[in-house]
């Protein structure tokens, strides 16, 4: 009976670490913190918002039935969500100057990462601006199309200084000075 054990186990490629990259670049479901899986959540009830166009209760509903919700930071997603839904025309006004085409364009899920971008960058300020691009770049890697993520960085880092100017003027300077 060894020998089959020993024979399986030798069939099995090695374990694969839970934290770190994939090979595609995203991060492992391991290394994400509590907000970043909000965010993913956030992503997936805003994508069937925008594209259903169901009740936000019902889509609320649903996503925190999903498996891993209880890993989520709660509060970060019940933000997310539902300020994104009652601001969109809001959070569209500061994208759609920056896009190159219209809104109905670009795909659902750039235009729910974008949401979350603009929302972040103009409610949570607790969030660092560089880290609110970081967060939705590394999204629309992960949920995008092949070259959305660019898209979604190009305008967010058109709106960080229109929302966040001191904060991104006080980066932009310390970036500039020369390192002893």
């Given at each position: 009976?060894?020998?089959?054990?020993?024979?399986?186990?030798?069939?099995?490629?090695?374990?694969?670490?839970?934290?770190?990259?994939?090979?595609?670049?995203?991060?492992?479901?391991?290394?994400?913190?509590?907000?970043?899986?909000?965010?993913?959540?956030?992503?997936?009830?805003?994508?069937?918002?925008?594209?259903?166009?169901?009740?936000?209760?019902?889509?609320?509903?649903?996503?925190?039935?999903?498996?891993?919700?209880?890993?989520?930071?709660?509060?970060?997603?019940?933000?997310?969500l539902q300020g994104?839904?009652?601001?969109?025309a809001q959070l569209?006004?500061?994208?759609?100057?920056?896009?190159?085409?219209?809104?109905?364009?670009?795909?659902?899920?750039?235009?729910?990462?974008?949401?979350?971008?603009?929302?972040?960058?103009?409610?949570?300020?607790?969030?660092?601006?560089?880290?609110?691009?970081?967060?939705?770049?590394?999204?629309?890697?992960?949920?995008?199309?092949?070259?959305?993520?660019?898209?979604?960085?190009?305008?967010?880092n058109g709106i960080?200084?229109?929302?966040?100017?001191?904060?991104?003027?006080?980066?932009?300077?310390?970036?500039?000075?020369?390192?002893?």
């Open positions: 009976m060894s020998e089959i054990k020993s024979s399986a186990a030798a069939k099995r490629p090695p374990r694969q670490p839970r934290t770190g990259l994939t090979s595609t670049g995203a991060r492992k479901a391991g290394s994400k913190s509590d907000r970043s899986r909000a965010r993913e959540f956030a992503l997936q009830g805003l994508y069937q918002s925008l594209v259903s166009g169901n009740p936000i209760a019902d889509i609320d509903t649903f996503t925190r039935d999903l498996a891993g919700f209880n890993k989520a930071d709660s509060v970060h997603f019940d933000a997310l994104c839904v009652e601001q969109g569209d006004a500061l994208i759609i100057p920056l896009l190159d085409r219209p809104m109905a364009e670009i795909s659902p899920v750039e235009h729910a990462v974008m949401w979350i971008g603009a929302y972040e960058l103009s409610h949570c300020l607790d969030v660092p601006w560089r880290v609110v691009l970081n967060e939705c770049i590394e999204l629309a890697k992960e949920f995008g199309g092949t070259d959305g993520h660019k898209y979604v960085n190009a305008v967010l960080a200084p229109v929302l966040r100017a001191a904060e991104v003027e006080s980066d932009r300077s310390q970036a500039k000075k020369p390192r002893a």
